[in-house]
C-alpha cells in the first residue's frame, strides 16, 4: 500500500492507495507522528510520498524514512512528463503533482487543470510537456481580501446563486466574487483553445464541486487529482 500526504498552504490530505483505490483519507490541521504511527499500525503501507508547499518538521521525515521507501516530491524525481518552466526551484509541487493525475487519467490527450483551492492555478500540458500556467487568489482570499482592505465591507460567504449582480452590499460581493471567478475560468478557456485547439479540462480542489455546475465548458471534476498524480509518481518509480 502507498502513503500520500500533501501538505498544502492551510491542511494536509493524507490517503492510503491500495492500487489505484483510496482506502483511506483524511484531512488535518496539522501533521503529527502519533497519527502516521497509527496509520502504519492500522495499515501494510510499503511505500510514502510527501508534496509539500509550506515545509514540514524534521521529526516528520525522520519517522517517514524509518518505516518504508519514502520520497520526498521535487522537481528531480524521475517523472512520465517533461517540465518547460523556467524556475523550476519555484514551482509549486503541487501544481505538478495535480498535472500529474490529469495525465495518468489521460496520457495521450493535451489538457489543462484548474485547481480551486487557497489559490486559484490554471496549468497547461501540451504534446506531453507541462508549459506553465497561471496563480490567482482563490475564493475565499478575494472575500477576505475585500474585508480586509477596505472599512466599510463586510466578510462574506460563498452561496450558489444565479443572479448576475446583487441590490445590496452582500450580494453585490458574493455576485462579484463568485461570478468573477467563472468568467476568468470561462476567458482563460477559451483563449487557450484559440491558441492550442481542443483541450480536456480537469477541474480539482476544495472548491472544485462549487464551480463545476457553473462553468459552461465540458469539463472532468475530480476531488483528488493531487493525490492520485502522487500515487501514480510512486508507481512509476517502483
Do not use: W
Not at 216 to 228: P, Y
Amino acid at each position: 500500500m502507498n502513503l500520500i500526504i500533501d501538505k498544502g498552504n492551510t491542511r494536509s490530505k493524507i490517503a492510503v492507495f491500495k492500487g489505484e483505490e483510496i482506502v483511506f483519507i483524511h484531512k488535518t490541521d496539522v501533521l503529527s507522528c502519533s497519527f502516521l504511527e497509527r496509520l502504519f499500525r492500522q495499515y501494510p503501507i510499503h511505500n510514502a510520498i510527501l508534496s509539500t508547499v509550506s515545509g514540514i518538521q524534521e521529526s516528520v521525515l525522520n519517522f517517514l524514512h524509518s518505516q518504508c521507501k519514502f520520497i520526498n516530491f521535487s522537481v528531480e524525481i524521475p517523472m512520465p512528463i517533461k517540465l518547460s518552466y523556467a524556475t523550476l526551484k519555484t514551482l509549486g509541487s503541487d501544481r505538478i503533482a495535480a498535472v500529474l493525475g490529469a495525465y495518468f487519467f489521460k496520457p495521450q490527450e493535451n489538457f489543462i487543470v484548474i485547481d480551486c483551492g487557497t489559490c486559484i492555478t490554471y496549468e497547461v500540458f501540451i504534446g506531453g510537456c507541462y508549459l506553465g500556467g497561471c496563480i490567482l487568489p482563490g475564493m475565499d482570499m478575494r472575500f477576505r481580501a475585500l474585508n480586509s482592505y477596505t472599512v466599510g465591507l463586510p466578510i462574506v460567504k460563498p452561496q450558489a446563486n444565479d443572479e448576475l449582480f446583487g441590490n445590496d452590499t452582500i450580494i453585490s460581493i458574493r455576485t462579484g466574487v463568485q461570478n468573477g471567478i467563472v468568467y476568468e475560468i470561462e476567458g482563460f478557456l477559451s483563449r487557450i483553445k484559440d491558441q492550442y485547439g481542443d483541450l480536456d479540462v480537469f477541474l480539482t480542489g476544495g472548491d472544485a464541486l462549487f464551480f463545476e455546475k457553473c462553468l459552461k465548458s465540458r469539463i472532468f471534476a475530480v476531488e483528488n487529482l493531487t493525490l492520485i498524480g502522487l500515487n501514480g509518481l510512486i508507481e512509476y518509480n517502483a
